[in-house]
């Protein structure tokens, strides 16, 4: 049972008061942003607090919404005067305000202490919903797994601040955008990329010999070349090891004595450094070989054998033809379709840090006005630069110190003299036709064979068929040739097997004419007589040495001198030097005054339609024209070769061996080479050594002594030197 009173409000004294009227703004305003801040729609505040007019009762209805215990709105309803009862709400609202405020203070304070790596967490989760949303969750997957890829490798600290940088901005980039595939596609070439991956050497100089061997017949110098590599690259790996364990002992002796710990500790660092020290000019870097030679001699796949041999990786890259800087270099990335040069993508194709890296055809490399590909290569094969090499796609710092760089050239002089400067040389020179035909017999027919698809007992090649083949189908100073006649030879009878012979088909010189038809090649022989007028000397060629004939006619004219056989300037000068001498010296040399007078010489030299030039015809040229003035004949079975002076003083040669083993080849017996040259006459083979003679002369009037069938009457100023070449101790 409950005891109802009526209570009657108290109105304002005067409603139009302002200070009351300031009450009820106040009261509505701090009621309305309380709406606001507790997140009520606009429209419903707005509704509510425009519908109340009166004073009163809209601080009923205020008091009502408020978050205030039950005692609170009792005690507020209890408040009978208006005005009172509106301050008192208002005072309630302005602490539900200040309640808001605190909370959200807090709030924030919480948040920043949350931490930068939560706040990110907590983002990154924001945004792989996000991506989820928009089908984007496997490219973030990948980029993750690209990220750790990337913190796995060992780079260096401005290395790693570059990658970090392009994988902030890969994060940032819309996987839609072309910056994003650009920004990608760098980074995963640098995951690609032998950072800190290199294989061990494992030198074994008895079996890299055997490789050798096995691999290639002759090349006895380059073989002893490449073993004296091994044998250094051996001693280094072998000292630095030794000299690493001493330090590491020394290290430990110092720590285990009384002495100070902080020396101790500079010791042992001093120690570390001296070993990375070591180590770096020890065994990091080797010779920049060039192998030169003429084609087909084995340039290429010798480099193969010492990557075998040192169990690296190979990679060969072919530097024919290239005109651009960017071959080398690369493309920077701004470029549409950019990527690396040809040196970084070989040592992504090697995937070592130290394989044997072949630069083939180095001579070959062009020069257009998209750069020189020749001066970009001096940083590559420059052991002082190349550790910190930079390539314009990748733009950090990649180290090729520990590569060991082959290049090969055919025609050195076409090589840059900065860029030949870098190299250590090897000369390949040409296989003579003993050597060719152990060479087919021991490689080439085999091969043949089993790329015909027929057996060892199908088919018997006899000697002689291979040394007509060698002597009349080819002609080059390599094998390749040889070996594409020897595979037509192999698929013609591979044709006769297949159509049903039976029985072992034997080759020899009437079947190899039968099988290959007439000989297509015709080398030089040696003359048939002796002629006046008509010298033969010696020439050489990336393809091998041969003879050539140098011939001269005297006829009735105005004194003039015709030189004719496409000469250079060089032989067209020793043409001149060479009439020179003879009106000089016509009296010495047997040659009549009258023979100059009115007369015209015209030299010619076959064939015509082959450009010639050099030096070392001057002798040959002298010979001739002296023969047809002098009416006296010239030896047919010596060669000559040498460069000649005004004075008459024979000068040194190039290409020594080639030229003697071409006239050999001619079979020639005798020759004629200038004193100063006997040093190149150990390079012959022993087998062609022991069959020729050779005489070694200073100057024209011992050259002619010795060509002419009927020697000149003067005396000599010199005596003729004969020798014969030092045969090598087995």
């Keep these: ?66 978050e205030l215990p039950t005692s609170e709105k009792q005690r507020l309803l209890e408040v009978l005067d208006d005005e009172e009862r509106m301050r008192k709400a208002l005072v309630a609202v302005e602490r539900e305000l200040a309640r808001i405020d605190a909370q959200e203070e807090i709030q924030a304070r919480v948040q920043t202490e949350l931490g930068e790596r939560q706040r990110e967490m907590l983002l990154r989760e924001q945004l792989k919903q996000i991506q989820k949303e928009l089908g984007e969750e496997e490219e973030q997957g990948d980029i993750d797994e690209l990220k750790e890829r990337i913190d796995a490798l060992d780079l260096g ?132 070989l060039l192998f030169a030679g003429p084609p087909g001699v084995g340039k290429t796949s010798i480099a193969k054998s010492i990557a075998k041999s040192l169990g690296r990786k190979y990679v060969r890259i072919s530097l024919g033809g290239a005109r651009d800087e960017a071959d080398i270099r690369g493309h920077r990335r701004t470029y549409v379709g950019a ?34 590909p020749s001066s970009a290569l001096l940083e590559v094969l420059d052991p002082a630069q190349n550790s910190t090499f930079v390539d314009h796609y990748m733009g950090i710092p990649f180290d090729l110190s520990e590569v060991l760089f082959i290049a090969t050239a055919n025609y050195v002089d076409r090589i840059p003299a900065p860029l030949m400067d870098r190299m250590e040389r090897v000369d390949f020179s040409g296989y003579t036709e003993v050597e060719k035909l152990e060479i087919a017999k021991r490689y080439l027919l085999p091969r043949q064979e089993k790329a015909t698809g027929l057996r060892d007992e199908e088919v018997v090649f006899e000697d002689d068929a291979l040394m007509q083949l060698i002597q009349n189908y080819t002609r080059e100073a390599g094998v390749r040739q040889l070996e594409r006649e020897v595979g037509k030879v192999t698929r013609k009878v591979a ?56 011939e001269a006619q005297i006829m009735p004219g105005k004194g003039g001198l015709v030189l004719t056989g496409q000469l250079g300037d060089v032989m067209k000068e020793s043409g001149r030097a060479a009439l020179s001498y003879a009106k000089a010296n016509h009296d010495r040399l047997g040659i009549d005054a009258d023979a100059l007078t009115d007369r015209e010489v015209h030299i010619h030299v076959p064939a015509g339609a082959i450009p010639k030039d050099g030096p070392s015809a001057g002798i040959t040229m002298a010979t001739s024209l002296v023969s047809a003035l002098s009416g006296r004949k010239v030896r047919r079975d010596i060669a000559m070769t040498g460069e000649l002076t005004l004075t008459g003083r024979v000068l040194p040669i190039g290409g020594v061996k080639e030229k003697v083993l071409g006239a050999f080849r001619a079979g020639i017996r005798e020759f004629i080479l200038p004193a100063e040259n006997e040093a190149h006459l150990d390079d012959l083979p022993e087998d062609v050594r022991d069959q020729i003679e050779v005489r070694l002369v200073e100057d024209l009037e011992e050259v002619l002594q010795v060509m002419f069938v009927e020697p000149p009457k003067p005396k000599p100023r010199r005596r003729s030197k004969t020798t014969r070449p030092p045969v090598a101790e087995a």
């Design 339 to 372: 990527m690396p040069g040809r040196i970084i993508q070989g040592m992504k194709q090697a995937g070592t840090k130290n394989p044997v890296f072949l630069l083939d055809e180095v001579d070959k490399l062009g020069l257009s006005y998209q750069g020189d």
């Design 495 to 550: 044709r006769e097997i297949a159509g049903g012979s039976e029985g072992q088909v034997a080759v020899d010189e009437e079947k190899l004419r039968d099988l290959l038809g007439r000989p297509r090649v015709h080398p030089e022989r040696m003359a048939a007589e002796d002629t006046v007028g008509v010298a033969t000397g010696m020439f050489y060629t990336p393809m091998g040495g041969d003879i050539m004939f140098v």
């Design 157 to 288: 600290e401005s290395q790693r601040e570059e990658v970090d940088r392009e994988v902030r901005r890969l994060e940032r980039a819309s996987p839609q955008s072309a910056e994003y595939q650009v920004i990608r596609t760098f980074l995963e070439w640098v995951t690609d990329l032998p950072w800190d991956d290199r294989t061990e050497d494992k030198i074994d100089l008895a079996r890299s010999s055997e490789i050798l061997d096995e691999d290639h017949y002759g090349l006895s110098d380059v073989k002893d070349r490449i073993l004296e590599f091994l044998a250094v690259r051996k001693l280094q790996i072998e000292r630095a090891e030794e000299d690493a364990a001493n330090e590491e002992a020394e290290a430990s002796a110092s720590e285990a004595s009384e002495s100070d710990a902080s020396t101790s500790e500079a010791s042992k660092s001093d120690a570390g450094a001296d070993h990375a020290d070591g180590e770096n000019e020890g065994t990091g870097r080797g010779p920049i």
């Design 1 to 66: 049972r409950a005891v109802l009173l009526e209570m009657e409000t108290q109105d304002p004294s005067d409603a139009k008061d302002p200070t009351f009227q300031a009450l009820d703004k106040e009261l509505r305003d701090r009621a309305a942003e309380l709406g606001t801040r507790r997140g009520v729609p606009a429209e419903a505040l707005n509704q509510l607090i425009t519908g109340v007019d009166e004073s009163g009762p809209f601080a009923d209805l205020v008091a009502f919404y408020l």
